[in-house]
């Protein structure tokens, strides 16, 4: 077990292949944070890491005593109101209106693999031998309060989840005003912040900041984790890029108001801490009850971005991800939503359906419009009953006929909205989430429902569940189209009102829980009006994600390549849409749109029977490539090669975990008069092994093509002679890298 204890004075050193993380308990009895980094060499005693001394200006815990102040030591879950003047992890308000606590070391055990986290998504482990947890038991003696944190490392990837539980046990209720999952007080600030920031269509985008002093942070208090601001950031050395340098990143696997945050002190030491947003949260505890926060999962790197993103792949796509289909091959899509909207009906389905499935396509998705009388964005909402002037014979008879072509048949569902228009609203305007006496602001003709109330949880599953049980679905879109506002519900007390963002997040995670669980073999895609909720909680219910509504294969370029900084290909749906793009309108050509969705789990979005035969040849030839490739880009080591933020160039790769083949994409944006000749050097290969490269005569060694590069092909140079005569605009370069 990688956990090393030393008992006088006690410590705890968690270890794996790469990389050490120590704690101690300190002399007031609380967590200390020692070291996080990489592998140090196990001995009887860490103590020299502890900082101290006298300050000038500076609070000291013993009255007498000049040498110990949590101003100045590094701390491991920090508390409020004693001789610390930083932002704590944990906050609690008693009835007596104190908001000071102190939790003391009474108990540490330590186990083989990893407990569950009761109703919230984590990562796991299917063999003890893969973890270790530690289990700190502290108690703070005026309120009777315990609480438990929770530390594992992951020997295959480093990784180190946390997360905290606080139980009441004092004969007074409790409120809870902040917990964060994780908190790591560095020595020192000399770091740079990289974060995924955002807006709807353009999600995920790089942006990198210097620390300073202050707090520097991300956050959503929206109800989602949101296209604004990811559940995650990374601290990483000035020097640090793609393949070199130290990283430390934090990710949280949740899906609601999150708070990620750096706060660098008047000493230059920097405190890290990701957890659940405190604006607007309140959670009251009372006598015997308690509070998990959900997990944090925190890993370092000393091999650049793509080290930490190797790390975050791994484990993401085996221990975060589960079910039928986290290793199954990801069957190729076609949506109708930008082919036909609002407008179809069956026979326009099934025309597209043997049209795609002619050109290899195997799974048919209807998207939003089946259901109720919902010809536009205006209605129907919450009834989930097929609309039979659309499909007169029922869902049961379109996922027959599709089926029948030997496709599969997937399906599109809103469950947490509701319309005004409908009939769930007339029964229960009650389950909207809304505010006493305030107007009800909307978003997309749409409302959110309460799922802290469990009749709405509950009456959600048996409507999904009888559409699911009646026809032949093998894949689920769940989409969420909208912010929640006015934030209030009819069911909770109104001393519990400060839960709501919560319990909506738990009862949305139950009814996944309990789809996912009755009908194992769908194939469950999470979307949020795109990527507005594409985060590890999500991950843990849905193995795959909408990476964005934007299509445009050049503003997927930045998407996808700020999406790899956590998440794996295995979790991008990323498709071929028509031309001009719906979200940009820009025009590539179906090369440049397939060489950028082949880096996801691939498919279409357009109506394939108003396509040429020309294209349809090549959409064939598309699924053809991607079909002899699918398992390579779905299980592969990903590495980013060329970042497409400040240039106007992009490469990326993935290869086989025995380096015996590699896919290659390189992307120019815009065309350049008379360019010089270039090279792209590839990662990853075996430096001894010889590789032949497609559309190349020669043969290569690894290291050749590693550190010397792949000459590319000639541009278009503005003559009639000579180089790819495509235009220069938005093109695309693949290549097949293959052992000999």
Known sequence: MPIFVNQEPLEFH?????????????????????????????????????????????????????????????????????TDFREP???????????????????????????????????????????????????????????????????????VTRSAKVLNNGAEPLRIKRFMSASVDFPDADFDMVQLSGAWVRERHVHSRRLVPGIQRVSSTRGTSSSQQNPFFAMVRPDTNEHTGDVYGFSFVYSGNFLAQVEVDHYDSARAMIGLHPFDFEWKLETGESFQSPEAVLVYSSEGMNGMSRAYHDLYRKRLARGEWRDRERPVLI?????????????????????????????????????????????????????????????????????????????????????????????????????????????RNQYVLDFSNREVVDHLFSQMAAVLEDAPISYVKWDMNRNITEAGSAWLPRDRQQELWHRYILGV????????????????????????????????????????????????????????????????????????????????????????????????????????????????????????????????????????????????????KDKSTALAGYYQVLGEPNPGFKKLKLAGLDPDRKYKVSG???????????????????????????????????????YVIEAV
């Open 335 to 443: 949506n109708n939503w930008e082919a036909t909207y609002f407008d179809f009906n069956e026979e326009k389905i099934l025309e597209i359906a043997r049209s795609a499935h002619e050109c290899g396509v195997e799974l048919f998705v209807l998207d939003d419009g089946w259901f109720g009388r919902r010809d536009d964005d205006t209605t129907s909402l919450g009834d989930w009953v097929v609309d039979e002037r659309k499909l007169p014979g029922g869902m049961k008879q379109l996922a027959e006929n599709v089926t029948d072509l030997g496709m599969q048949f997937g399906l599109w569902f809103e469950p947490e909205m509701i319309s005004k228009e409908s009939r769930l609203f007339k029964e229960h305007p009650e389950w909207v989430i809304q505010a006493p006496d305030r107007r009800l602001s909307h978003g």
């Open 89 to 159: 992890a944990i906050h609690i308000l008693q009835e007596n209106g104190s908001r000071i606590s102190g939790f003391e070391y009474v108990k540490h055990d330590t186990v083989k693999g990893k407990p569950k986290l009761e109703g919230l998504p984590a990562t796991y482990t299917e063999d003890e031998s893969e973890a270790s947890t530690l289990i700190l038991t502290l108690h703070d003696p005026v309120t009777d309060a315990e609480l438990m944190l929770f530390y594992t490392i992951f020997e295959d990837t480093g990784a």
């Open 696 to 734: 190349k005569s020669l043969f290569y060694y690894g290291d050749e093509l590693m550190h010397a590069g792949l000459d590319l092909e000639e541009p278009y140079i503005g003559t009639d002679t000579g180089g790819i005569q495509d235009s220069g605009d938005f093109t695309s370069q693949l």
């Open 14 to 82: 968690l270890q794996s292949e790469n990389v050490s993380y120590i704690l101690t308990i300190l002399e007031n009895g609380q967590p200390g944070h020692l070291y996080y980094g990489k592998k140090l060499t196990h001995r009887e005693s860490f103590q020299h890491f502890v900082r101290g001394g006298e300050r000038g200006a500076t609070a000291y815990l013993n009255e007498g005593d000049m040498n110990f102040s949590l101003e100045l030591v590094q701390q491991e879950f920090p508390s409020f109101g004693t």
């Open 509 to 656: 995670y139950e009814l996944y829980e309990r789809l996912t669980a009755r009908f194992p073999h769908i194939l469950f895609e999470s979307c949020a009006s795109g990527g507005a909720r594409f985060d590890p909680g999500m991950l843990y219910y849905a193995p795959q994600a909408w990476t964005s509504d934007n299509t445009d294969a050049v503003e997927r370029l930045k998407i996808q390549y700020g999406t790899s900084f956590v998440y794996p290909l295995s979790s991008m749906g990323a498709h071929v849409s028509a031309v001009p793009n719906h979200q940009v309108k820009r025009v590539t050509s179906l090369k440049t749109r397939g060489d950028t969705a082949f880096f996801g789990m691939f498919g279409y979005e357009l109506d394939v029977t108003k396509m040429s035969e020309t294209d349809r040849e090549q959409v064939k030839k598309q699924i053809r490539f991607y079909k002899n490739y699918r398992s390579l880009i779905q299980k592969g080591v990903f590495t980013r090669l060329i970042s497409p933020f400040g240039s106007n160039e992009t490469a990326w790769m993935v290869t086989s």
